[in-house]
């Protein structure tokens, strides 16, 4: 099995949701488990060795690149959909949107899972 967790909040709130994902870890017993988190908070990796995998949205960076005047304003549309299409082609069997926010919702329903 594997599940992707989409925790796009603070830092905080990512240290605070190591109780839940234990909690998942044993209710789902050998799954593979991903996090997509901001790239900001990279370094708490260490902190979550029950992740398989880190997949990272580029918040800052394509924010940056909106807010540039010369910058091409749609390779930050690009950039999610490369990463979308990347999540999609890992066929989760589940998915959970532990972020509580507008933005979380709209991905999750771009998100494909049975």
């Given at each position: 099995?594997?599940?992707?967790?989409?925790?796009?909040?603070?830092?905080?709130?990512?240290l605070?949701?190591?109780?839940?994902?234990?909690?998942?870890?044993?209710?789902?017993?050998?799954?593979?488990?991903?996090?997509?988190?901001?790239?900001?908070?990279?370094?708490?990796?260490?902190?979550?060795?029950?992740?398989?995998?880190?997949?990272?949205?580029?918040?800052?960076?394509?924010?940056?690149?909106?807010?540039?005047?010369?910058?091409n304003?749609?390779?930050?549309?690009?950039?999610?959909?490369?990463?979308?299409?990347?999540?999609?082609?890992?066929?989760?069997?589940?998915?959970?949107?532990?972020?509580?926010?507008?933005?979380?919702?709209?991905?999750?329903?771009?998100?494909?899972?049975?």
């Open positions: 099995m594997k599940i992707l967790i989409v925790s796009l909040l603070r830092v905080g709130d990512l605070m949701q190591k109780h839940l994902l234990s909690s998942l870890s044993l209710k789902y017993s050998g799954a593979q488990v991903h996090f997509l988190v901001h790239r900001e908070f990279e370094g708490v990796r260490s902190f979550f060795p029950e992740v398989e995998q880190f997949h990272f949205f580029e918040r800052k960076r394509w924010f940056k690149q909106i807010s540039q005047p010369n910058e304003l749609l390779r930050p549309l690009t950039e999610l959909k490369s990463l979308l299409d990347k999540l999609n082609y890992e066929k989760f069997d589940l998915i959970l949107n532990w972020t509580h926010q507008k933005g979380s919702a709209a991905l999750m329903e771009l998100l494909r899972a049975p």
